[in-house]
């Protein structure tokens, strides 16, 4: 099953942007992403939902020397 949801909104961030995801147990077509300005709409949709926010990780750091990625 596949889902297209519109943008919220036009701003022009983009995916490089996200800092949030908000998770609906049982529900994976309810899942949203949010930049850090809307934190706060990101945490009152997951307390509406009964969601958990998931922080995304930093940018990856550049490979070291041998190829590899450094933790």
């Known amino acids: 099953m596949r889902i297209r949801q519109s ?3 036009a701003d022009t961030s983009g995916i490089s942007d996200l800092t ?3 998770t609906v147990p049982g529900r994976p077509d309810a ?3 949010f930049t850090e300005a809307e934190a706060g709409e990101a945490a009152r949709y997951a ?3 009964g969601g958990n926010i998931v ?3 930093p940018p990856a750091q550049p490979p070291d020397h041998g190829g590899q990625v450094s933790p």
């Open 20 to 22: 949030a995801l908000v």
């Open 55 to 57: 922080a995304l990780p």
């Open 47 to 49: 307390a509406d939902t």
């Open 7 to 9: 943008r919220r909104c």
């Open 31 to 33: 899942v949203r992403a």
